[in-house]
């Protein structure tokens, strides 16, 4: 997974982003019906842990954050939330969760980070109990062309994938999609454990 440029660490750390993360993310994802309450929580890419934040708000039985950046962890341990728990540990190699241990996994836009994506969907995979869920929104590799010309955030070229291509690799990973919406140039998911 590659680290954020300095710009985009304080973007995604800034109050609008969370705002966008409590007013329009999670929102739509309840929509699609995402539910905490009761569950074994894995989010990928947790950063600061306001994502955390919002998801404890509603018991889950428990939360696991991961994310590569040291700086982000350090972020998320300050928040000192009550039952989280936040590790330094890449998506792609999961090595301290365990198979079939997680119910939902969450990730808030991070998988066009990760060259090795398709591997973080089989991650998932493996560590979702049968009928677990994922959810998930990222952008379309076009939008994030244009925006990368734009920003100069400089995303890796290998995690460019079209919306379709995220798609075909959730089926090809034993996942179901149950629902997806398609919203000014972001995909999101919710799929099925198979």
Known sequence: MSRLSKEEFRAMNSPLRRLLQRHYELPLLRSMGIRFTGKDILEIGCGSG??????????????????????????????AIPGTEFRLEDAARLQTVSDASTDLVVIFGILHHIPEWRIVLSECHRVLRLEGEIYLEEPDGELLDWFDRWSKWNHPKESRFSLRELENNLSGKNFRILKKSHMFGFGFYRAQRV
């Open 50 to 79: 306001y994502g955390a934040e919002l998801m404890m708000k509603d018991r889950p039985r428990s939360y696991l954050g991961v994310d590569v950046m040291e700086e982000q962890i350090e972020l998320a341990c300050k928040r």
